[in-house]
T-cell receptor, first 111, second 114 residues
Framework: GNSVTQMEGPVTLSEEAFLTINCTYT??????LFWYVQYPGEGLQLLLK?????DKGSNKGFEATYRKETTSFHLEKGSVQVSDSAVYFC??????????FGKGTRLSVIA | SAVISQKPSRDICQRGTSLTIQCQVD?????MFWYRQQPGQSLTLIAT?????????ESGFVIDKFPISRPNLTFSTLTVSNMSPEDSSIYLC???????????FGPGTRLTVT
């Protein structure tokens, strides 16, 4: 079955540091890939997505590129802010099937 | 996009009781799902709520424990029955609106069972 593996947290960075959160996937078909963010005490928000190989999703300074050859969708941001502190989930789906989530990575950014 | 609301936002319940969580979407959607997020964990799919028919449950979840209704294309309920402390979790409703490859989430219901 489909699955998502993402790097374990927590990740603690200083403000303006570079962020990478690794995500790899296993899928039987051609999935769409997503990053969701969950701020403290809130629900999930879609951060970015990519629907086919070599697509780059981007939003709020975050970006991730769909790499079919390495089955990866790593999340990056060049300069994190304290307000980026949250839990980040990598996920995949095929068509309108339910999302399959990774375990989540907690990011803490300190001033 | 779809805006999803859930009621209640949180509750504290006694073991052995049941709680029904409501999920309302601001537009008609094709698919609705219920997830559970146990403390510090990721999201686990409980079931797909099918309009006009019985829900489709994932392995490890059964209808007697988590009955689900979906009377129309904008509304669904999840009941957590005969609760125990292990049911303490955040329960999230989500919907697939048909916009390609986008699934939206409600704010969640934080349930504590004592």
């Amino acid at each position: 079955g489909n699955s998502v593996t993402q790097m374990e947290g927590p990740v603690t960075l200083s403000e303006e540091a570079f962020l990478t959160i690794n995500c790899t996937y296993t899928a039987t078909g051609y999935p769409s890939l997503f990053w969701y963010v969950q701020y403290p005490g809130e629900g999930l928000q879609l951060l970015l997505k990519a629907t086919k190989a070599d697509d780059k999703g981007s939003n709020k300074g975050f970006e991730a590129t769909y790499r079919k050859e390495t089955t990866s969708f790593h999340l990056e941001k060049g300069s994190v802010q304290v307000s980026d502190s949250a839990v980040y989930f990598c996920a995949l789906s095929e068509g309108n099937t339910p999302l399959v989530f990774g375990k989540g990575t907690r990011l803490s950014v300190i001033a | 996009s779809a805006v999803i609301s859930q009621k209640p936002s949180r509750d504290i319940c006694q073991r052995g009781t049941s709680l029904t969580i409501q999920c309302q979407v601001d537009s008609q959607v094709t698919m609705m799902f219920w997830y559970r997020q146990q403390p510090g964990q990721s999201l686990t799919l409980i079931a797909t709520a099918n309009q006009g028919s019985e829900a489709t449950y994932e392995s490890g979840f059964v209808i007697d424990k988590f009955p689900i209704s979906r009377p129309n294309l904008t509304f669904s309920t999840l009941t957590v029955s005969n609760m125990s402390p292990e049911d303490s979790s955040i329960y999230l409703c989500s919907a697939y609106s048909g916009t390609p490859y986008e699934q939206y989430f409600g704010p969640g219901t934080r349930l504590t069972v004592t």
